[in-house]
């Protein structure tokens, strides 16, 4: 009876995880603002490639497993260095008080890209992929606003053998043991204000409201709602060696509490990052990267999930890793310029 119980209140709390907030949670978003906001397209002097990894809420079975792989780079854009041997790194420290000091906005500039995530709870299984493309411009010497939209579908599965039931048939999921699948029309949109110190940005993911039901029945339903996001971060100057990035995220999904993000990031000078978030709610969370020379970045983090949620004493915390490899880095830029 006992387990009967937990396992009730495990599919339970998983499936309206699922079905209310539609979209998976990143802990590390902050290192690729990208996934949920379009407009960041482009945004660098090379082609940007991330793969992300996230288990959710270990040791719970069935619990939530996100993949994701991304790559957006500019097309036509400007170094605002005229060539590759005017790499300014004056001393020991490429992001110096000189550096910034020297920002400019970007020139005009397109961007194109691709997203692909994978997001699977229990035995509903969601695949997402859509195509961006972004337009940056300058505002003032120092500040640029970019626009970008994705368009794609997000294909929905249900893996019937998976589940239990009671009963022989349960209308909810119809009847047979073959797997159900819908695919639904995925639109998103954003836009990105950035200078050398703060960034201010806003987006949308599944703007279009999309009814449809899993099997032929007019009574079991599911709304793919929209899902809005708002963020912005401010960089601080901590001497010659040092950088804090602090920033926030709110999201707003109907009939879903708003969920706020805090973070906290200090980066000693290209190469080491340590970091951390706090969601309401839902826990604290540690972070840490690390840049390989030019070519790779690396971070790690992991949360201790223990909010007000039916699984908060039950799990042993969310792993979630990223790797980041940036092509074509004609400058040798260690770490992002306009995101850090």
């Known amino acids: 009876m006992i387990r009967r119980l937990q396992f009730t209140i495990i599919l339970f709390t998983l499936v309206q995880c699922m079905f209310a907030q539609q ?6 978003y902050v290192m ?8 960041i397209g482009g945004i660098e002097n090379y082609i940007d490639v991330k ?8 040791g719970i079975e069935g619990a939530p497993k996100t ?17 590759t041997s005017s790499l300014d790194m004056k001393g020991s420290n490429p992001r110096s008080r000189e550096y910034w000091d020297n920002y400019s906005a970007s020139a005009p500039h397109h961007g194109l890209g691709l997203t692909v ?22 505002l003032t010497g120092t500040t640029s606003l970019a626009a970008g939209f994705g368009a794609g579908f997000s294909s929905t599965n249900i893996n019937r053998s998976k589940i239990t039931l009671a009963n022989s048939f349960d209308p909810a999921i119809g009847n047979g043991n073959n797997d159900i699948t819908k695919i639904t029309p995925e639109l998103n949109a954003g836009l990105w204000l950035y200078s050398s110190n703060y960034f201010i940005g806003a987006s949308a993911q599944q703007i279009i409201p999309v009814k449809t039901n899993l099997v032929d029945s007019s009574i079991y339903k599911t709304t793919l709602i929209p899902h809005i996001f708002f963020t912005a971060g401010y960089r601080l100057s901590a001497g010659e060696d040092l950088s804090v990035l602090s920033s926030f995220m709110v999201r707003y999904i109907a009939s879903t509490p708003l969920a706020i993000d805090l973070n906290l990031k200090v980066q000693y000078h290209d190469l080491l990052w340590i970091g951390t978030n706090f969601r309401k709610g839902d826990g604290f969370a540690a972070m840490v990267g690390v ?4 070519t ?3 971070s790690y983090s992991y949360d201790n999930n223990k909010g007000k949620n039916l699984l908060g004493i039950m799990n ?3 792993n979630e890793l990223v790797l980041g490899f940036p092509l074509n880095n004609k400058y040798g830029d260690l770490c992002p310029r306009n995101i850090w």
């Open 67 to 83: 993949f994701y792989a991304t790559i957006h780079g500019p097309i036509g854009k400007k170094d605002y260095r005229e060539s």
């Open 291 to 294: 840049n390989v020379a030019h």
């Open 23 to 28: 979209r998976p949670n990143y802990t590390q």
């Open 117 to 138: 995530v994978n997001y699977q709870t229990g035995y509903i299984n969601r695949s997402t992929s859509y195509a961006t493309y972004s337009y940056h411009m300058g």
């Open 51 to 58: 793969l992300s990894v996230r288990n959710q809420w270990i």
């Open 32 to 39: 690729n603002n990208y996934i949920v906001n379009p407009a």
């Open 316 to 318: 042993r915390g969310t």
């Open 296 to 298: 790779v970045n690396i």
